[in-house]
């Protein structure tokens, strides 16, 4: 054999090798799910990284600022449902109130296979500033009726959900750009969740970054501890 079609026999096998592993990893779906009053395009670039590692994407859009929680997390499964037509494990990228959706909606109606889950600041014991302003009809123009759910009390509705039954991590700032909300958080804030609050009874790993609420999923070192999470269930090699 010359060499030049050995050189063109391993430049083959390192390609179909290649294609075989990038076929195991794009198995796996990831499910995006927005916050409050936002967008599927604040996580796009969570989606591109993720893309960029074999996944199929979901990012979901539904409507935060139009409905109760409940009637949230049973679109959102319709969605997925509907858009994962097989068996292969689903994961979850949440920020904020989707996190809120993922542990009611896998409390009350679970996906199988879901497996992990990496929330991004999520009020996971709810949010003084909730507390302080839901009374004020600005507050329910803007956040609507899931925003006005999301409050601290030890009755209300984030305090009766259970830690979702999936391998969870989280990631949470503490770094605010409005002081004002910041007043009406006690410790470390991101400006609207305390670091505190986002703690979630059972998680896998807990992750602070210097980052605020709304720009917590843009940040590369956040990107980054997704991605390995997704891949290994935890942010960091254990030393």
């Known amino acids: 054999m010359s060499e030049s079609a050995r050189m063109t026999r391993a430049v083959l096998s390192f390609l179909l090798l290649f294609m075989a592993m990038h076929s195991a990893t794009a198995k ?12 599927p395009r604040c996580m796009s670039k969570m989606q591109r990284a993720l893309e960029a590692e074999g996944y199929r994407v979901i990012n979901v859009a539904y409507p935060s600022r139009k409905r109760r929680i409940e009637e949230l997390a049973e679109q959102v499964r319709a969605t997925i449902v509907a858009q994962v037509s097989d068996e292969a494990p689903i994961h979850f990228v949440t920020h904020s109130l989707g996190g809120i959706i993922v542990r009611h909606m896998q409390q009350t109606a679970p996906l199988p296979n879901a497996k992990r889950v990496v929330m991004l600041s999520p009020p996971n014991h709810g949010s003084e500033v909730v507390d302080k302003l839901r009374r004020w009809r600005a507050f329910h123009w803007i956040n609507g009726p899931a925003g006005a759910q999301l409050g601290t009390e030890p009755d209300g509705f984030v305090a009766r959900l259970g830690a979702p039954p999936l391998e969870t991590g989280v990631i949470t700032g503490d770094r605010s750009i409005n002081w004002i909300l910041s007043c009406f958080i006690p410790g470390p804030d991101d400006g609207k969740v305390s670091v505190a609050s986002a703690r979630l009874e059972g998680m896998r790993d807990f992750q602070v970054v210097h980052a605020s609420h709304p720009y917590v999923m843009k940040k590369r070192q956040v990107i980054a501890s997704t991605i390995r999470f997704l891949d290994c269930g935890n942010f960091q090699e254990s030393p």
Do not use: E, K, P, Q
């Open 28 to 39: 796996d779906h990831v499910v995006l799910l927005h916050g409050l009053a936002r967008t």
